[in-house]
T-cell receptor
């Protein structure tokens, strides 16, 4: 199993540009989530999904959209990037909401 | 979700046990205590979790006080590779969301 994969590893955007961070898992996990981590801080939950077709907001959802059309994929969209969205983004998945979450390697995003 | 309080940093000698404390005084009856760690800038790694009984696995032991208001993660024989930020998280409710705090930076020294 590849586990949780994220692409790209690094990305630089200009203010106002849009982009999609990709997350995929091959473990048939129902639960997937997106976090951001700013320097020296813990992770903050952006959005999560308990299964295909179902998404909900976390602690810091503003400026981000998600959808879950398949069990495997959970993309995160930035519609109009802002410098405040410069961060490291982690995707995670688990079998059910309360089991061990497996994290991807992260995407390092810089917005100029 | 209950909040947790952890020391900002701790040191431990290599080969000794590392005991990482966590306070969660507002934990409710159906909330679990989870521990994750993050090595360098990698994605967090699950360590262990428990409800009210002590738990042990190949990585660590988790000791939860009887009133469940605090817990201790024990790494029995710390190695240099255990240097990381350790997060204590209380998780429960309807969504099972993980809410991370600041964590404890554990430095294992030779």
């Amino acid at each position: 199993n590849a586990g949780v994969t994220q692409t790209p590893k690094f990305q630089v955007l200009k203010t106002g540009q849009s982009m999609t961070l990709q997350c995929a898992q091959d473990m048939n996990h129902e639960y997937m989530s997106w976090y951001r981590q700013d320097p020296g801080m813990g992770l903050r939950l952006i959005h999560y999904s308990v299964g295909a077709g179902i998404t909900d907001q976390g602690e810091v959802p503003n400026g981000y959209n998600v959808s879950r059309s398949t069990t495997e994929d959970f993309p995160l969209r930035l519609l109009s990037a802002a410098p405040s969205q410069t961060s490291v983004y982690f995707c995670a998945s688990s079998h059910g909401q309360f089991n061990e979450q497996f994290f991807g390697p992260g995407t390092r995003l810089t917005v100029l | 979700d209950a909040k947790t309080t952890q020391p900002t940093s701790m040191d431990c000698a290599e080969g000794r046990a590392a005991n990482l404390p966590c306070n969660h005084s507002t934990i409710s009856g159906n909330e679990y205590v989870y521990w994750y760690r993050q090595i360098h800038s990698q994605g967090p790694q699950y360590i262990i979790h428990g409800l009210k009984n002590n738990e042990t696995n190949e990585m660590a032991s988790l000791i939860i006080t009887e009133d469940r208001k605090s817990s201790t993660l024990i790494l029995p024989h710390a190695t240099l590779r255990d240097t990381a930020v350790y997060y204590c998280i209380v998780r429960g409710g309807n969504t099972g969301k993980l809410i991370f705090g600041q964590g404890t930076t554990l430095q294992v020294k030779p």
